[in-house]
Nanobody, 119 residues
Framework: QVQLVESGGGSVQAGGSLVLSCAASGRTFSNSAMGWFRQAPAKEREFVAA???????FYTNAVKGRFTISRDNARSTLYLQMNNLTPEDTAVYYC?????????????WGQGTQVTVSS
């Protein structure tokens, strides 16, 4: 059974940092496109960052220069380093694996972890 379990969310003040982790189990995703999405209250889920199928990294414009996606295949873990957080980053963050070709959909999803940024 495939599981993606996020951790590392929490409450920080604007300008602060958090590191999200996503532990995968049930199969290996070392060659899979994986990424992070988020959903703010009353908004649709949106793409944040991902490793594409060729290994390249992609970011939504709103987080470029502030967020960094990384992965440790030996630990089957995906990370999202988030710096200089703003209240607009407040959302539930979801880890996803086996992304679609356009990186906007996924076969597997985690349960989400809340990130709250106060001004």
């Amino acid at each position: 059974q495939v599981q993606l379990v996020e951790s590392g969310g929490g409450s920080v003040q604007a300008g602060g940092s958090l590191v999200l982790s996503c532990a995968a189990s049930g199969r290996t995703f070392s060659n899979s496109a994986m990424g992070w999405f988020r959903q703010a209250p009353a908004k649709e889920r949106e793409f944040v960052a991902a490793f594409g199928w060729s290994g390249g990294t992609f970011y939504t414009n709103a987080v470029k220069g502030r967020f960094t996606i990384s992965r440790d295949n030996a630990r089957s873990t995906l990370y999202l380093q988030m710096n200089n957080l703003t209240p607009e980053d407040t959302a539930v963050y979801y880890c996803a694996a086996e992304l679609s070709g356009n990186l906007l959909e996924a076969r597997y999803w985690g349960q989400g972890t809340q990130v709250t940024v106060s001004s």
